[in-house]
């Protein structure tokens, strides 16, 4: 039987940063336009939060049954281990995926945008299908892609929108940003998983790539957010402050752009994460004091 830790392992709570962020930054549009709502902020970020645990979980089942974690570089999965029966996983993800539909619903009896409703169901079914069914996406290369528009605009012009009733500039910059930094994340968990992806025949973006270009695009995406930074800071001078996270990600970079490899990549996933937080933080508070 599994303990409780191995069961927080599996959530895989290092990348929570990754449904906070989002949240964060598009509350703080909200608020630049005098908008800012507790209850649905809450929700918001509760639906996150579910939502990237229950895609963890379905990961974690998923990658499991098909042998994908038999030989795993980075930390062990709760399948692929041998440490909690596949069944039991898969419940923990449906479970997730249920708790987020009924806080998603909260968020639409409050906002009273019922056409969000088709919105969290794509949701949850881009979690799923990530690496569940017959066919996932995240073995075709598009699991980036996917990334990017979940935590990127949903997430953030969700947040915003359901508490503005409007989409902002800022807030389209922001959530590029956010989309950027998250799909940087899977990049270099993709990056450090290549020899093991292709041995089991899953077709990541990296793999499709090749190592060399694969940290290109790492290094690229992490660069946009402060690119949107500085041209936000030309007509907006406190949205420099976006540039405090920019020393979190040296040591990443570094270790991209030298060719590190293996377990030496682990600390780019959790460093580009916290980067991210960080850039949210200091650019909500931007937004949200105008």
């Not at 292709?198 to 402060?226: C, E, N």
Request: hydrophobic fraction near 50%.
């Amino acid at each position: 039987m599994a303990t409780v830790a191995e069961w927080i392992e599996g959530a895989r709570v290092r990348t929570w940063p990754n449904a906070i962020a989002p949240v964060l930054a598009g509350t703080g549009a909200a608020a630049g336009t005098d908008a800012f709502d507790l209850p649905l902020a809450a929700l918001s970020l509760a639906v996150a939060l579910l939502l990237i645990t229950g895609v963890n979980f379905a990961n974690d089942y998923s990658d499991g049954i098909r042998g994908t974690d038999d030989d795993r570089t980075g930390p062990q999965r709760l399948v692929g281990s041998g440490t909690v029966a596949a069944r039991s996983v898969r419940a923990a993800a449906f479970t997730c995926f249920g708790l987020a539909a009924v806080a998603g619903i909260g968020v639409v009896l409050l906002s009273e945008h019922w056409w969000l409703l088709a919105v969290g169901a794509a949701c949850i079914a881009g979690a799923w299908f990530y690496t569940g069914g017959r066919h996932p996406y995240g073995y075709a290369g598009l699991g980036e892609l996917a990334v990017f528009v979940f935590f990127g605009p949903v997430a953030v012009l969700g947040t915003l929108y359901v508490q503005a009733d409007t989409v902002t500039g800022s807030g389209i910059g922001a959530a590029v940003a956010i989309g950027s930094f998250s799909s940087a994340v899977l990049v270099a968990n993709n990056l450090r998983d290549i020899p093991n992806d292709t041995v089991s025949g899953k077709r990541t973006l990296a793999v499709m790539l090749g190592d060399r270009d694969t940290r290109t695009l790492y290094i690229t995406l992490v660069l946009v957010p402060f690119l949107i930074t500085t041209v936000t800071g030309l007509s907006n001078t406190p949205a420099l402050l976006g540039f405090l996270a920019l020393p979190l990600l040296i040591p990443s970079i570094r270790a991209v752009a030298r060719g590190s490899t293996g377990l030496k990549l682990l600390p780019a996933l959790r460093d580009t994460g916290l980067a991210m937080l960080g850039w949210a933080v200091a650019s909500g508070i931007t937004l949200a004091l105008g």
